[in-house]
């Protein structure tokens, strides 16, 4: 079936430094969302991505789609403690709408 | 709107015992799903559900059943619990219209099996 991987697993950072996690499906996938879970707290959906290659970017947040729509990347530029959390991508494969495939996840601490 | 509740936030069974984890939303979506989650392994479908009488197994559906009698309402039982089930449990909901399947969660119900 369909496995959606997600590097790294932790990532430590000083707050005013960037941030990026990486996304990888073993499948082509028809769109990727992205989702934020601040600790003990549930995920919330952040975008989705449609196209091959698109970027689109929320304030410091920066997405992309791979060309070959197998990849993306969230990237964070001058990360705040208010990033702190777990990051998840979410995969369809667009033949079963509505069921997603989430990767591991990111977990993102931001030291002050 | 409530958007998707979940109850009970916390739970504690015992290894055996049987119980139902409530879901419910109410912004008419058609699809429900059940997540679990737990350290190191991200989110994975448990059950989920296109409308009313309609339910398929996800990635781990073994000691779960479901039904979706109402479009509001998608429970989730446990048949036997088991420590394996000791998790954090999502209920999410989704729509096809505006061409997007983003997930709404609820807030999550803690399960621990002694």
């Known amino acids: 079936g369909q496995q959606v991987m997600q590097i790294p697993q932790y990532q430590h950072v000083q707050e005013g430094e960037d941030f990026t996690t990486y996304c990888n499906s073993s499948t082509t996938l028809s769109n990727i969302q992205w989702y934020k879970q601040r600790p003990g707290g549930h995920p919330v959906f952040l975008i989705q991505?449609?196209?091959?290659?698109e970027v689109k970017k929320q304030k410091r947040l920066t997405f992309q789609f791979g060309e070959a729509k197998k990849n993306s990347s969230l990237h964070i530029t001058a990360t705040q403690t208010t990033d702190v959390g777990t990051y998840f991508c979410?995969?369809?494969?667009?033949?079963?709408?509505?069921?997603?495939?989430f990767g591991q996840g990111t977990i993102l601490t931001v030291h002050p | 709107n409530a958007g998707v509740t979940q109850t009970p936030k916390f739970q504690v069974l015992k290894t055996g015992q049987s119980m139902t984890l409530q879901c419910a939303q109410d912004?008419?979506?058609?699809?429900m799903s059940w997540y679990r989650q737990d350290p190191g392994m991200g989110l994975r479908l448990i059950h989920y559900?296109?409308?009313?009488?309609?339910?398929d197994q996800g990635e781990v559906p073994n000691g779960y059943n479901v039904s979706r009698s109402t479009t509001e309402d998608f429970p989730l039982r446990l048949l036997s619990a088991a420590p394996s089930q000791t998790s954090v449990y999502f209920c999410?909901?989704?729509?096809?219209?505006?061409?997007?399947?983003?997930?709404?969660f609820g807030p999550g119900t803690r399960l621990t099996v002694l």
């Open positions: 979410a995969g369809s494969g667009g033949t079963s709408y509505g069921k997603l495939t």
């Open positions: 559900s296109v409308g009313a009488g309609i339910t």
């Open positions: 991505l449609v196209k091959s290659g």
């Open positions: 999410a909901s989704s729509s096809v219209r505006g061409n997007t399947d983003t997930q709404y």
């Open positions: 912004m008419n979506h058609e699809y």
